[in-house]
């Protein structure tokens, strides 16, 4: 019997738009192996169907909520952007955020937990399936935050400074999606990955040259680096000529943190080829 992983309930869950006890159960049952449990759920009249990647849920929205020094930014999952927009959806998103802040979590699963009827009533009701991803939580002296449409969220903590300030940094974040906030939080692991393509990309200009010409042109890159990916040393999108870090040092503030998510990062999408799709339905009915 194959291990019976969290991220094995998970694609499950995805794929037939069941909860997670229905998915864990069915999984238990079938030893494992997750094609079986599919084949079982359909059969017992749990789900009507479950494609290979149909079902992923990659689109949705980011909902965002900040009051008196606490922000809560959340994602949910839809499988198209047309129903992120209907208002079904949007009232389990803003139910779901109101009840993760009032209940002050900070993890996910209890909130997904507690909104399993609602989610299942919505997927009964809509036919797509929808899933609560993530949650993050923060504190602090101040805190802003941006939402770019439905598809982009960030929160902005800051010591010293005041919300106005905090929402055009998120907003700048929304924009620029900076790796970290200051260059000594790029991991070293980083820095090397760029030094080497940096010598990849450069090994005709670095040939022949002393060793200290090419220390120096690694050097420039890598300092170029830290600069593009951390928040503070990014020129700030609405005034080209102040660094992010500078605005707000200006302000007599220090940025301590940010959060930014956007929909359907990192969820591996269905890659549809329609013109294939169309040729075998065209070749299907010749026979």
């Given at each position: 019997m194959a291990e019976i992983t969290a991220a094995l309930v998970k694609e499950l869950r995805e794929r037939t738009g069941q909860g997670m006890m229905e998915c864990k159960k069915a999984l238990v049952a079938a030893g494992g192996d997750i094609e079986k449990a599919i084949d079982d759920m359909r059969a017992s009249g749990a789900i009507k169907a479950a494609k290979k990647s149909g079902n992923i849920a990659a689109e949705g929205s980011i909902a965002v909520r900040?009051?008196?020094?606490?922000g809560l930014i959340i994602e949910v999952n839809s499988q198209t952007d047309f129903l992120a927009l209907q208002d079904d959806f949007k009232a389990f998103v803003k139910d779901s955020l109101d009840e993760a802040f009032e209940q002050k979590l900070t993890e996910v699963a209890?909130?997904?937990a507690s909104?399993?009827?609602a989610r299942e009533a919505l997927v009964a009701k809509c036919g797509e399936n929808v899933n609560i991803r993530r949650l993050t939580a923060v504190e602090g002296e101040v805190v802003g935050a941006y939402l770019h449409g439905h598809r982009i969220g960030v929160l902005v903590t800051l010591k010293g400074g005041d919300a106005e300030l905090a929402k055009d940094i998120a907003m700048h974040v929304a924009?620029?999606?900076p790796a970290v906030l200051s260059p000594a939080d790029v991991s070293e692991?980083?820095?090397a990955k760029e030094k080497e393509i940096f010598l990849q990309l450069n090994a005709d200009k670095i040939a022949g040259k002393p060793e200290n010409i090419v220390e120096n042109m690694i050097k420039g890159r890598i300092n170029k680096f830290l600069a593009e990916a951390s928040l503070v040393e990014q020129p700030?999108?609405?005034?080209p000529e102040v660094k992010v870090g500078e605005l707000a040092k200006k302000a007599g503030a220090e940025i301590v943190s940010f959060v930014r998510y956007e929909v359907g990062e990192g969820i591996e999408k269905a890659e549809?080829?329609?013109?294939a799709e169309v040729a075998?339905?065209?070749a299907a009915t010749k026979k």
């Open positions: 900040v009051e008196g020094g606490r209890p909130l997904i909104r399993e009827s924009a620029s999606n692991e980083l820095v700030f999108v609405k005034d549809v080829d329609f013109a075998a339905q065209v």
